[in-house]
């Protein structure tokens, strides 16, 4: 026998559309009565839901009734909140950790004589509320707690029991010195008040609850209450399954992953069966799929015999599968399917996950194509323009003022220290003349070169800005609402632009309002907290900003939308993808570290699988819609995924019963977007660029030449096209640097040593390197500490090869700089060469010397020309190419490998085999320089992989990957 009032909204069909239709058809013939229904819905999201389609059902204007979020109560949206005594104002998530993480500080230190660090508090206070909400939602009394560990379990479960004396004493304390509430317990407190005052005066007016599976008792309290003490109290259900067989029915109660587990404990709890439920008698006639219905039914249930199934095509159509290989690829199918379903029907579309990246991945694919579309679910709040300032801020502070996050701070599109164009013109000047390179100070920045003064005058400027917060920081311990408000007084002073003051600028627009609002909610919440060590406040600020959302209020898009799971349960779209279908995606286990799943149900908390059964209800309602979509993705970050168990119960169903559910359209997108669609894949020819000959260069250096040997493509980039690539932020000497020092040392200590007896050498090359390295980097810094062992053990070993190469020179010559030229084609070419060393010996022969503290030379590119310096430098010394030495044979070229990190070496030649790589290298200059003269000898990218990929700094420009 059917029981009056209780409903049920059956699986496939739009939920709040036929809500709407069943109100308007129930009251909407007297608009004054409609007015007066008390619709109770799970969350806000129903409720803007209802009032839309109740418009779409209106047809015109209409009054609207009473439509509240029962999941978000409050005294404001309470029926005759004037009747219910208003629970204590619940704290605030901010203030609630602060307070959370004290007294977490102070048990570690009564526990393990050590304090804590107040950031590493705060987020075991954030994992702590977790625990305490999950308590207070379930009504389990701490004193649950004081039972869960037995005296014979291991220490650590002891000491995490007497961690919770941090709930069970401290904590009501706390919330009764603060005159305040937690959240749930206080909307537990809201709901069992408004379900007592409607047991003593029920009202005479229909209160519908809908939409909701009664998950938290306070909620199945009031949903009982309306069932039974309301005279016009209605409970319509969301997808009750009434064609399940009984005998599987009954046993639901050992299957908390069951999607139907919800609801059969919901009508235990109303105290009546499934068989007393009725089917709302509108709109329920249409798009009811009884055979998707049954599918969904079998893949469910766990004892199902799945190898007897037939299925009729029409439970599979409508249903396909995309398998991605990446989130990015799942990403981009997903805003494909998006566009092509927008481009190509009048269809509402909607994307469902849990996974927030893969809806931002998807919402910037879809914006790349001009189309706006937000996440319902919000966006991180720390991700916001003005909180990326703020953190920049402290970031930059506290770690004195790193290049790349100076850069970072000063390129912010916020910052405009009073003047956004002189602002913009000034940070680009300091990133390519001081910024980029190698740093030779320490902290804030100083600038060198044409523009100094006017880049110091403005840094000064900036600096004066942030000076407040600096000072702040160097105090040790200091007020917290101190720190916090010179803090907001330098994010709007660099904020300050010339026609706005900084707070204006700051907290304009969506973004700057939430963010403005939790910059107040946090001023509130620290009002009287102790002070704080300065160099905790930065991990303070980001940790507080962790799992806040905010949301924009412009408009949605019309048709397309990104809800959660739990948004999206009661709506109905006519295409619905379901996105992020892997393991612990969804559905999500919520596990936590300080309970076992034993102590869970002793304590009487739910068990995990109660979260799996929810995921499994949700998932079960999307896929009622016409058109589903299955998306996951099988790696993330490099790692193996597995997919989501309800994606593989359907799979294997599907498979048992012989239906495929790959969708042609989707499959092209996959080979196309995995590279595998061979047939219309058409590589492209690498890059020939052959300039006209008068545009081709006419000097060479050494170096140039090698690179020309080895990657022609750069010499074209450099020196036709005159592009130079950018060095990197803030290099340290530690690389670049010390090189530059053994040459400096070099050129001072050769002709110490020449002529005149000294004492001590290997001092003195200490000595001269001490001095030097003072130009570079502080005595007492990471990069001398790195250096000075490489230099005591360098120091004996040149010392003792000076000493043998002085007894058999007669001069030498240091840093000089030889020109040649040389006919080629009809046009006069200039080669150059710097040699390090040049020294006569006795027998009237020179020998040139290169000093090597960087990457290795290999002997066999210096026999094959691929290094041609020291053979270039030899040829050009016998053709009388250096001004300052007389023409003389050379008779030993050799490299003096004084790198860092490897043992000290000299790579010579005797005379004999130098002969011959003097002629290869004679030869192949000019045979090299003579095919680049012609106009149609390309400069080909990188021939034969001679130049090692991650010294091919022009690789992007020529688009290798595309071809290679």
């Known amino acids: 026998m059917a029981r009056e009032h209780l409903y049920n909204i059956p699986f496939g069909v739009p939920f709040l559309d036929a ?69 204590l104002e619940a704290v605030s998530r901010a203030k609630r950790r602060l307070l959370l993480s004290g007294l977490i500080r102070q048990w570690h230190k009564e526990k393990h004589g050590r304090s804590l660090r107040m950031d590493q508090a705060m987020q075991l206070a954030e994992a702590l ?7 207070q939602q379930e009504h389990v009394s701490f004193d649950a707690l004081k039972s869960l560990v037995p005296d014979e379990l291991a220490e650590h479960w002891q000491l995490t029991l007497d961690f919770f004396t941090v709930l069970t004493r401290q904590w009501p304390e706390v919330l009764k010195r603060e005159a305040t509430s937690d959240r749930v317990l206080r909307m537990n407190q809201l709901l069992e008040a408004q379900a007592q005052q409607w047991k003593k005066h029920p009202p005479a007016i229909p209160v519908i609850v809908a939409g909701t599976t009664g998950s938290i008792p306070a909620t199945r309290a009031l949903i009982h209450t309306v069932l039974h003490y309301l005279p016009q109290g209605y409970v319509v259900l969301p997808g009750l399954d009434q064609g399940m067989p009984e005998e599987q029915w009954q046993a639901l109660h050992r299957v908390a992953s069951h999607p139907q587990y919800g609801l ?9 069966e499934r068989k007393e439920v009725t089917i709302w008698p509108y709109g329920t006639a249409m798009q009811h799929n009884k055979n998707r219905e049954t599918l969904l039914r079998m893949a469910m249930d766990p004892e ?21 290989d990446t989130i990015g690829q799942e990403a981009m199918m997903i805003a494909m399917m998006m566009r092509h379903h927008l481009e190509t029907s009048a269809k509402q579309i909607a994307l469902v996950t849990h996974d927030r990246a893969l809806a931002r991945y998807v919402i910037a694919h879809l914006r790349r194509w001009g189309i706006d579309i937000d996440d319902s679910a919000g966006l991180p709040l720390n991700q916001s323009p003005p909180m990326v300032l703020m953190r920049l801020i402290l970031s930059a502070a506290t770690q004195h003022y790193n290049v790349v996050v100076l850069l970072a701070l000063l390129k912010h599109p916020l910052v405009a220290c009073g003047d956004k164009a002189l602002c913009r013109r ?30 110091n005058r403005w840094l000064e400027k900036v600096r004066e800005r942030l000076k407040p917060l600096d000072d702040s920081l160097a105090k040790g311990r200091v007020s917290f609402q101190v720190l916090m408000q010179v803090h907001l007084q330098v994010a709007e002073a660099l904020a300050d632009t010339d026609d706005l003051a900084g707070h204006k600028t700051l907290w304009q627009g969506d973004e700057g309002q939430n963010c403005r609002e939790f910059i107040e909610e946090l001023t509130e919440a620290i009002a009287g907290h102790p002070d704080v060590y300065a160099e905790d406040y930065a991990g303070v600020f980001d940790t507080l900003l962790i799992g806040r959302q905010y949301h924009l209020q412009r408009g949605q898009h019309p048709r397309l939308h990104i809800l959660s799971p739990l948004e999206a349960r009661l709506h109905q779209y006519d295409v619905v993808i379901l996105g992020g279908l892997q393991e612990g995606v969804w559905p999500r286990y919520h596990h936590s570290f300080w309970m076992s799943e034993a102590m869970r149900m002793k304590a009487g908390l739910p068990s995990a699988d109660r979260e799996v059964g929810l995921a499994a209800h949700d998932f079960v309602q999307c896929c009622a819609a016409p058109h589903v979509y299955l998306s996951w993705h099988a790696k993330a970050e490099g790692s193996p995924c597995a997919p ?26 996959q080979r196309e977007l995995s590279g595998s669609y061979a047939k219309v894949v058409v590589p492209i020819a690498p890059p020939m660029p052959a300039p ?12 140039l030449l090698a690179t020309l040997l080895k990657n022609p493509y750069e010499v074209y980039v450099r020196k036709v096209l005159g592009i130079q690539p950018l060095e990197a932020l803030g290099l340290s000497p530690a690389g670049r640097e010390f090189g530059n020092v053994i040459h400096r040392v070099m050129e001072r200590y050769v002709p110490l040593v020449a002529h005149t007896a000294q004492g001590d050498k290997e001092a003195l090359i200490l000595h001269l390197t001490q001095e030097e390295m003072a130009q570079v980097a502080e005595p007492e810094s990471s990069t001398a500490v790195l250096w000075w062992p490489a230099i005591q053990r360098l120091a004996p070993w040149i010392a ?18 030889g020109r040649m030229p040389i006919e080629i084609t009809g046009h006069t070419l200039t080669i150059t060469a710097k040699a390090d060393r040049i020294d006569q010996m006795r027998d009237g022969m020179l020998s040139v010397v290169d000093y090597k503290t960087g990457q290795e030379i290999k002997a066999s590119e210096i026999k094959t020309g691929l290094q041609p310096q020291l053979p270039l430098e030899a040829w050009m010394l016998e053709e009388g190419a250096y001004p300052e030495i007389t023409a003389s044979p050379v008779s030993s070229v050799a490299f003096w490998n004084l790198a860092r990190n490897k043992p000290p070496e000299i790579e010579s030649y005797p005379e004999q085999k130098l002969e011959e790589i003097k002629k290869l290298t004679r030869e192949g200059v000019v045979k090299v320089l003579t095919f680049f003269m012609q106009h149609d000898a390309p400069y080909l990218s990188n021939p034969e992989e001679k130049q090692e990929a991650a010294y091919d700094r022009f690789a992007h420009l020529a688009r290798r990957k595309e071809w290679h």
């Open 692 to 703: 006209p000959v008068e545009a081709r260069p006419r000097k060479y250096s050494a170096s």
């Open 304 to 324: 199902a015999d799945w190898g007897k199934l037939a299925l009729p095509p029409e439970a599979v159509q409508g249903i396909a599968l995309l398998d991605a």
């Open 264 to 272: 059969h404990l919901l009508l235990k709890a109303l105290g009546a």
């Open 644 to 669: 989501s168990p309800f994606l593989t119960r359907l799979q294997t169903v599907l498979k048992a019963a012989g239906k495929d559910i790959s969708q042609p359209l989707c499959e092209v997108w």
């Open 129 to 135: 509320t977790d625990t305490l909400d999950e308590m």
């Open 800 to 817: 003792e090869q000076e000493d043998k190469v002085a007894e058999q020179r007669t001069a030498f010559w240091l840093e000089v700089e």
């Open 19 to 87: 809500l709407a239709e069943g109100l308007l058809a129930r009251f909407g013939k007297d608009p004054l009565l409609l007015a007066q229904v008390r619709v109770l819905l799970p969350n806000r999201r129903s409720c803007l839901g209802l009032q839309e389609a109740l418009f779409r059902k209106a047809g015109n204007a209409t009054l609207l009734p009473i439509i509240q979020p029962v999941g978000d109560a409050n005294e404001t949206e309470l029926i005759d909140a004037q009747d219910i005594p208003v629970p």
């Open 426 to 455: 000034n940070v680009r000047l300091l990133e390519r003349e001081c910024l980029r390179g190698v740093i030779k100070y320490d902290g804030w920045p100083v600038a060198t070169g044409k523009h100094a003064v006017l880049l």
